[in-house]
């Protein structure tokens, strides 16, 4: 008889404090249950002669056999002596070992990542494989709704970046409708003042911290994830974007009111300059000292900021000035890029003029 092991199952070996689950063979497994699995932090172990303990009624885990020897989608094998104690048996964990977006952005890591704006998923799925430690989708400044943003996320589940979101606008439908599509975290633009940010924790916060409404949504397995148990807020992830004179200006009662549940800032270098009168003018020490200001606000609050860069030698100049993330640029722009420093050399080649 084929056996899958599915998340319900999963859900009751975590009830009863299982960590390791023994299995003989790979189990076929639910997409759910992955999740389930790395949400846990548990691990199958295959190869080892225990028997699997747990709540199943139906034949035992030990034993069982299964179609496939390769893990399944999402799982990464820990080769046999790679350490943790686990002897010749080889051990699949979900997704990798990929924490928290939340838990990321509160180390030390320097976070790159680059702004979608093409409203596909093969787009997210294929950039989510070029290095970034992040994509973020754009649906401030693109058309695309809910339907397609949440696509995109899906295509990287399975890749090693996560997956931001730009929401258009501060609103209850805008912030919550992006959470509950499952977005690894939300950049939120135009926070001009504390209040706008006390809306903010209301939209994103389920209560008693905010009113957000829950419901059966992919950001809880469509209804399976809603245990009732546990701090739902936990892995809620908001980036406030500071990209106005206004922002600057009231910086202190900004980070205040943040203090409790943003850690990360980020700067639109584009808008704040239009805002100052100085639109495009990036080197302007008016903009840079306006921007290493808010780097020092920030700083002093305990809270990351990072800030827009147009290019990665630009990337480069940022950390080194003390950012901890950058967003380079687009996914079009840096394709543009490319295709306009070499496109010259072939025409040269070919006997063109450019």
Not at 178 to 192: E, F, K, M
Not at 293 to 313: D, I, S
Request: glycine share 12%.
């Amino acid at each position: 008889m084929q056996n899958i092991l599915t998340k319900s199952e999963i859900l009751e070996y975590g009830k009863k404090g299982v960590k390791q689950i023994f299995l003989e063979e790979t189990p076929l497994m639910t997409d759910l249950a992955r999740e389930e699995l790395e949400r846990l932090g548990m691990e199958i172990v295959v190869g080892a002669k225990a028997e699997a303990p747990g709540p199943r009624t139906g034949p035992s885990f030990s034993g069982m056999t299964a179609p496939r020897t390769a893990p399944s989608p999402g799982l990464t094998v820990r080769p046999a002596g790679s350490g943790g104690g686990y002897g010749g048996a080889a051990v699949y964990t979900g997704r990798g070992q990929k924490p928290l977006f939340k838990e990321v952005i509160r180390s030390d890591k320097k976070l790159v990542g680059t702004f979608v704006g093409t409203p596909h998923p093969v787009m997210t799925e294929y950039a989510g494989h070029l290095g970034f430690d992040f994509l973020c989708i754009d649906s401030e400044h693109n058309a695309m709704h809910l339907e397609t943003v949440q696509k995109m996320l899906q295509s990287l589940k399975h890749t090693p970046a996560y997956g931001m979101v730009r929401v258009p606008t501060l609103t209850y439908e805008c912030v919550t409708g992006a959470l509950d599509i499952g977005a690894d975290a939300l950049l939120i633009p135009q926070i001009r003042t504390a209040d706008d940010v006390v809306r903010l924790r209301s939209f994103s916060l389920y209560p008693p911290q905010g009113r957000r409404g829950v419901g059966p949504s992919r950001l809880w397995d469509y209804g399976d994830g809603l245990s009732g148990s546990g701090d739902m807020n936990c892995g809620t992830n908001i980036v406030i974007q500071l990209e106005t004179v206004a922002a600057v200006e009231n910086i202190d009662d900004i980070l205040k009111e943040a203090e409790d549940f943003v850690d990360l800032f980020f700067v639109g270098p584009g808008d704040l300059s239009m805002d100052m009168g100085i639109f495009g003018q990036f080197t302007n020490p008016k903009l840079v000292d306006t921007i290493l200001y808010l780097r020092e606000k920030t700083r002093a609050a305990g809270k990351r900021l990072g800030v827009f860069a147009g290019n990665f030698q630009a990337a480069r100049s940022w950390f080194e000035k003390g950012f901890d993330m950058t967003v380079v640029n687009s996914e079009l722009a840096l394709l543009g890029a490319a295709v306009s420093r070499e496109m010259p050399a072939l025409r040269t080649a070919i006997g063109e003029q450019n």
